[in-house]
């Protein structure tokens, strides 16, 4: 919990190993976790939209991936932020991983049905575009992303950050 000063309210143990995961303490707050909690007062403030998560996905110390997420307790300003620590999970890190290869949105939408099972024909009907089109953007892809197969695609995107738990 963090106080409107910036200062904690409450941490527990885990918490702190959460903390020193991301390079800082309880008593020199990290600053993504500093980042994330403003982003959540903004939002209950109204300076920001209400839909908008306050979160934010960052490698810690490790090299694992983390998600920060935060939410104010009360509209008034006053009001603490509770700040929660967590591993990322692999569907969380695959945009960030797509996007980080420089697919364009059109690619990444692609991806995306491929990742769902859908062959290239059904790709296109969704996409009202011809079978070919397809094949050169996933010719594209798979340059980008430095694969051969489907299989190696959704495998780069969801389960090359760790081994997947069957």
Do not use: C
Request: proline share 5%; net charge negative; charged share 20%.
């Amino acid at each position: 919990m963090i106080a409107t000063d910036g200062s904690i309210a409450f941490v527990d143990d885990t918490a702190s190993e959460w903390l020193e995961e991301l390079g800082g303490s309880a008593a020199a707050l990290p600053h993504v976790v500093n980042a994330v909690a403003g982003q959540a007062r903004a939002v209950s403030d109204g300076g920001a939209p209400v839909m908008q998560v306050a979160r934010a996905r960052v490698r810690g110390q490790s090299g694992r991936w983390l998600l920060v997420r935060a939410s104010a307790l009360g509209d008034e300003p006053d009001a603490q932020v509770a700040v929660m620590i967590e591993p990322a999970r692999q569907h969380e890190l695959a945009p960030l991983i797509a996007h980080g290869h420089g697919l364009t949105p059109r690619e990444r939408t692609v991806t995306q049905l491929v990742a769902r099972g859908l062959p290239t024909d059904a790709i296109a009907t969704r996409l009202h575009l011809s079978s070919y089109t397809v094949q050169d953007q996933l010719k594209a892809i798979f340059e980008k992303l430095d694969v051969r197969t489907r299989g190696e695609l959704v495998a780069r995107l969801f389960f090359e950050q760790r081994e997947p738990l069957l």
